[in-house]
């Protein structure tokens, strides 16, 4: 919803909660969620320093697949920060980490069963569109999880935002707008800041075809479906 200053309200009482019973996986949780939130509001260095902070914190006593999910969003930061070699080091640290979790006999806390190689995957698109590198986006990307619009409707549409934006990079017009279209299509259902900070970065990309009916076309359903200025 974009009430940034209500979610860190609430992520620094979780982090103290989790202090307080002494659960250090989930408080490593809890900060690198919050690197995430400081990396949506384009707080790069932040970012890695919180979610740094999280896997060196606990590095001796968290599961290795919560560890691993440190590194992904550490990954993230440095790819919006454009530091490709910290950012291919932090994804293969991650990428590690989760095949030890695959291979581990040790209990690992539930609510950190949604990250696996899929969800490692589906992310590297994004890490690697940040960096420009549309080829190691895509096929990334082939390695994601296909996901039901009705399950994860504002997931599905980012997803496509991003996609269609790689293959804006690969210079493929077609594939794009038609990924594009489909973003819009999806997230005119839902209310979601963050889904309309993906579609902002796509528009970005059209800039080299701003001239064309089609991408015009485009534009305008953005303004009327998802009331936002482009």
């Not at 979610?51 to 790819?79: C, M, W, Y």
């Not at 040790?106 to 940040?130: C, K, M, Q, T, V």
């Not at 980012?158 to 594939?175: F, N, S």
């Amino acid at each position: 919803m974009g009430q940034h200053d209500a979610a860190q309200r609430h992520f620094i009482q979780a982090l103290r909660l989790a202090r307080a019973g002494k659960d250090v996986q989930l408080g490593c949780y809890v900060l690198t969620t919050m690197a995430m939130q400081a990396l949506l509001r384009d707080f790069t260095d932040e970012a890695v320093d919180m979610a740094q902070g999280a896997f060196n914190r606990t590095r001796d006593q968290a599961a290795p697949r919560v560890l691993a999910f440190s590194k992904l969003i550490e990954a993230r930061a440095h790819a919006r920060g454009r530091d490709a070699r910290a950012a291919s080091a932090a994804l293969a640290a991650s990428e590690a980490l989760l095949g030890q979790a695959a291979r581990a006999d040790g209990e690992e806390p539930a609510w950190i069963d949604f990250y696996n190689h899929a969800r490692l995957s589906a992310d590297a698109a994004e890490i690697f569109r940040d960096l420009g590198n549309p080829r190691a986006a895509l096929t990334w990307n082939s390695q994601a999880a296909t996901m039901a619009p009705g399950l994860f409707t504002r997931s599905v549409g980012i997803r496509l935002a991003i996609v269609g934006t790689v293959h804006l990079q690969d210079r493929d017009l077609d594939q794009g707008l038609q990924l594009g279209n489909q973003a819009v299509d999806i997230l005119a259902r839902v209310k979601s800041a963050r889904a309309l900070d993906y579609v902002r970065q796509f528009n970005a990309s059209l800039v080299p075809w701003h001239r064309e009916a089609r991408v015009v076309d485009f534009r305008d359903r953005v303004r009327s479906e998802l009331a936002m200025a482009v």
